[in-house]
C-alpha cells in the first residue's frame, strides 16, 4: 500500500531567515521532497530572505550544500535537484528598514499566486516584517504568514505578538506552527478516533484509567544554552507541543474536520484543565536538571556546565499531572512529561484502559494486564494495541500481553514525510486544521503562567537527575503515589 500524492497549487514561499539553521535543517529538506514526490508543480518559487547579502546563486550554493547534509547526497536525485535549485531566489531584506524591500517587490512582481511568508526568524521582528510586508502592499487576499513558536514567553507577551501580526493578517491568514502537529501519528489519533466505531464509545473516564504523555530526549541544549537558559523545558515544550497532544486525546468529537470546529474542541479542553497553583503545585509538578553523566554511549557535561549562569535553576525536565474537569474525563489524569538528556529518544501517548472487572481463569493462566493503546511519534512513527492472548500451545490456558503492532513505514512502504513536509503545504492549501489558533495560545499560557508563577512562590527548586536517566525521582513519586507506573520504552 502507497500514500496518495495530491499537488498543490502554484505559490511563491518567502522564508525570512532563509539562511539560518531551521531553513537549512528543515524547510529547504522539506520542501525538496515535496517536489520530489510532485506535490510542488508549475513555476512554484522558494525565495530566501535575510540581511546577508548574497546572490541567488550563492543561495542555491547554500540550499544545495544543505540538501547535501541533511538529506544526504547518496538519496538525491540529479534531476530533482536541478529542478528544485531553479525554483530558488533569494532578497536581502532589512526588518527595521526599508532596505531590499524594493527588490523583493520586484521579485515577486504582480502575479495572483498564493504568497505564503514563513518567519523563520526571532518573534522580536514578527511585527516589523509584518509592518514592511504592509507598507510595500505584499499582503493580499491570498497570503498567509507563518510564525514558529516562541509565540509568547507568558500571556502578554503572546497577546501583544498576536495583537502585532494581526495589525496587517487576519486570523484566517496566520498559521502558527507547532511541528508536532504535523506527525502522522498526531492525525492517526483523529483517524483512530472519528473513523472507527471501537474506540469512542470506550474513550472516557468509565474505561480509561489515564493517560501519559512524554516526549523524551537524549540530546542537551546542543549549543542553545543562553536561549534555553530564558525558557525553559515548562515553555519550551508543555505550553506548545505537550498541551497541543492533550487536548486532541482529550476534545469532543468535533461537528467536523473544518479547521475551526477542530480548534473550537482543542479550545474547550484547555478551558477545562483544573487550575495549577502555589496551593498544589508541589503535588502536581516536578522540575528537574540535568547533571553531568552518559547519552548516547558517551559521557555528557551537567546542564550549568553549558550555560553562562551557573547558579541557574532553569528546568531541564518537567513532570506534569493534569486533570480535565468535565464529564468525559472526571477522575482520568493525564500524565505529562518531558525532559533533555534522558535515557531514550521517545514521544509517545500512551492510553491506559481500566482493567477487566472480573477474571474467569485460573491464577495459572497469569495476571491480567489491562489493554493499552500506544501512540509513537517518533523515532518510528505506528499504533500499538496491547491486548491479552492465549500462549499458543498445549499445556492449559496461559495468558501472555501482546502488542498489534502498526509501523506506517512497513504499512505503506515508505517512510513518513518529515511533519514540516506536511505542515508548509497546508499552508499553501489554506488548511488550518494542525495551526494554533489565537485563542487557543492564549488559553494555553492562561494554564501554564500561574504554574510557573507557583514555583516562585513556593521556591520549588529544580531536582537534580542524572544525564541518560528517565529524570528526577520526584517525577517517579508523582505517578506511583497515585498506583500507577511511567511506561517508559514500549519499543
Known amino acids: 500500500m502507497t500514500s496518495h500524492i495530491i499537488p498543490v497549487e502554484e505559490f511563491d514561499y518567502v522564508v525570512f531567515g532563509g539562511t539560518g539553521d531551521l531553513a537549512e535543517r528543515k524547510l529547504i529538506p522539506s520542501l525538496y521532497h515535496r517536489l520530489e514526490d510532485g506535490q510542488i508543480v508549475g513555476s512554484s518559487r522558494i525565495i530566501g530572505a535575510a540581511r546577508s547579502r548574497?546572490?541567488?546563486?550563492?543561495?542555491?550554493?547554500?540550499?544545495?550544500?544543505?540538501?547535501?547534509?541533511?538529506?544526504?547526497?547518496?538519496?538525491?536525485?540529479?534531476?530533482?535537484?536541478?529542478?528544485?535549485?531553479?525554483?530558488?531566489?533569494?532578497?536581502?531584506?532589512?526588518?527595521?528598514?526599508?532596505?531590499?524591500?524594493?527588490?523583493?517587490?520586484?521579485l515577486l512582481g504582480d502575479v495572483g499566486r498564493v504568497r505564503a511568508?514563513?518567519?523563520?526568524?526571532?518573534?522580536?521582528?514578527?511585527?516589523?516584517?509584518?509592518?514592511?510586508?504592509?507598507?510595500?502592499?505584499?499582503?493580499?487576499?491570498?497570503?498567509?504568514?507563518?510564525?514558529?513558536?516562541?509565540?509568547?514567553?507568558?500571556?502578554?507577551?503572546?497577546?501583544?505578538?498576536?495583537?502585532?501580526?494581526?495589525?496587517?493578517?487576519?486570523?484566517?491568514?496566520?498559521?502558527?506552527?507547532?511541528?508536532?502537529?504535523?506527525?502522522?501519528?498526531?492525525?492517526?489519533?483523529?483517524?483512530?478516533?472519528f473513523a472507527n466505531t471501537l474506540y469512542e464509545p470506550v474513550w472516557n473516564a468509565a474505561h480509561i484509567d489515564h493517560v501519559q504523555i512524554t516526549v523524551a530526549e537524549t540530546l542537551g541544549v546542543e549549543g542553545r544554552g543562553n536561549y534555553y537558559d530564558k525558557s525553559g523545558a515548562i515553555r519550551d515544550m508543555v505550553q506548545n507541543h505537550l498541551l497541543q497532544l492533550l487536548c486532541l486525546v482529550a476534545m469532543e468529537p468535533p461537528s467536523s474536520s473544518d479547521a475551526n470546529a477542530v480548534r473550537d474542541e482543542k479550545l474547550k479542553v484547555l478551558r477545562a484543565l483544573r487550575p495549577i497553583n502555589s496551593a498544589n503545585v508541589g503535588?502536581?509538578?516536578?522540575?528537574?536538571?540535568?547533571?553531568?553523566?552518559?547519552?548516547?554511549?558517551?559521557?555528557?557535561?551537567?546542564?550549568?556546565?553549558?550555560?553562562?549562569?551557573?547558579?541557574?535553576?532553569?528546568?531541564?525536565?518537567?513532570?506534569i499531572k493534569a486533570e480535565i474537569e468535565n464529564w468525559r474525563w472526571a477522575g482520568v489524569p493525564f500524565y505529562m512529561r518531558t525532559g533533555k538528556r534522558l535515557a531514550t529518544r521517545m514521544s509517545e501517548i500512551v492510553i491506559q484502559f481500566k482493567p477487566v472487572p472480573h477474571s474467569i481463569f485460573d491464577e495459572d493462566a497469569g495476571k491480567l494486564a489491562s489493554n493499552q493503546l500506544v501512540l509513537r511519534l517518533q523515532p518510528d512513527e505506528g499504533v500499538q494495541q496491547i491486548i491479552m492472548i492465549k500462549d499458543p500451545g498445549p499445556g492449559g490456558m496461559r495468558l501472555r500481553q501482546v502488542a498489534l503492532d502498526m509501523s506506517f513505514q512497513e504499512s505503506f512502504g515508505a517512510k513518513s514525510p518529515d511533519a514540516y513536509e506536511r505542515l508548509l503545504l497546508d499552508v499553501i492549501r489554506g488548511n488550518q486544521t494542525l495551526f494554533m489558533r489565537r485563542d487557543e495560545v492564549e488559553a494555553a499560557w492562561k494554564w501554564i503562567e500561574p504554574i510557573i508563577s507557583a514555583w516562585g512562590e513556593t521556591s520549588q527548586t529544580v531536582r537534580k537527575y542524572t544525564a541518560g536517566s528517565w529524570g528526577p525521582a520526584a517525577s517517579v513519586a508523582l505517578i506511583e503515589r497515585d498506583g500507577r507506573t511511567w511506561v517508559d520504552d514500549l519499543n
Open 54 to 106: 548574497m546572490s541567488s546563486g550563492e543561495y542555491r550554493e547554500f540550499a544545495e550544500k544543505a540538501l547535501n547534509e541533511h538529506v544526504g547526497s547518496e538519496k538525491l536525485d540529479p534531476a530533482v535537484v536541478e529542478d528544485f535549485l531553479s525554483r530558488l531566489h533569494y532578497a536581502a531584506v532589512d526588518a527595521k528598514s526599508q532596505d531590499g524591500w524594493d527588490d523583493l517587490k520586484a
Open 117 to 193: 511568508y514563513y518567519l523563520a526568524v526571532s518573534p522580536a521582528i514578527f511585527g516589523d516584517i509584518a509592518d514592511r510586508l504592509n507598507e510595500n502592499g505584499l499582503i493580499r487576499e491570498n497570503s498567509r504568514l507563518v510564525i514558529e513558536k516562541p509565540i509568547g514567553r507568558d500571556l502578554q507577551s503572546a497577546r501583544d505578538l498576536n495583537e502585532e501580526v494581526g495589525r496587517h493578517f487576519r486570523e484566517d491568514q496566520i498559521f502558527r506552527i507547532d511541528h508536532y502537529l504535523g506527525k502522522e501519528t498526531v492525525q492517526n489519533l483523529l483517524a483512530l478516533r
Open 283 to 319: 503535588d502536581f509538578t516536578v522540575r528537574g536538571q540535568y547533571t553531568a553523566g552518559a547519552a548516547n554511549g558517551a559521557a555528557v557535561p551537567a546542564y550549568l556546565d553549558e550555560v553562562d549562569d551557573k547558579q541557574s535553576d532553569t528546568e531541564t525536565f518537567v513532570a
